[in-house]
């Protein structure tokens, strides 16, 4: 059985990949993750900053960052469709 801490992508894997195929499968998979999570990062910087402007208060920081990561979060839903 799976009884390690892991996510729910691992758990399908595992239960999904064949024997043979699990070392590819997750070294593919940690490939593509970090492929993925480096830039989206500064993805969400670039867009908060934009949104922000020239405004230096916090509050617009605040509105700034959280309107990039519901952008980012609306993106990933959309290409899941």
């Known amino acids: 059985g799976f009884s390690g801490v892991g ?4 758990f399908m894997q595992i239960n999904l990949t ?3 195929h699990r070392t590819s ?3 593919l998979m940690s490939l593509v993750t ?3 999570g480096i830039p989206s990062s500064q993805i969400v910087g670039l867009l908060s900053d ?6 230096p ?11 990039a990561l519901l952008c980012m979060w609306t ?4 290409s899941l469709i």
């Not at 996510?7 to 691992?10: K, L, N, Y």
């Not at 934009?50 to 405004?55: A, G, N, T």
């Not at 208060?57 to 309107?67: D, E, G, I, V």
């Open 7 to 10: 996510s729910v992508g691992q």
């Open 18 to 20: 064949s024997a043979q």
């Open 25 to 27: 499968a997750f070294a």
């Open 34 to 36: 970090v492929i993925v």
């Open 50 to 55: 934009s949104f922000r402007s020239d405004d």
């Open 57 to 67: 208060s916090p509050l617009a920081r605040f509105y700034a960052l959280r309107n």
């Open 75 to 78: 993106a990933t839903v959309a």
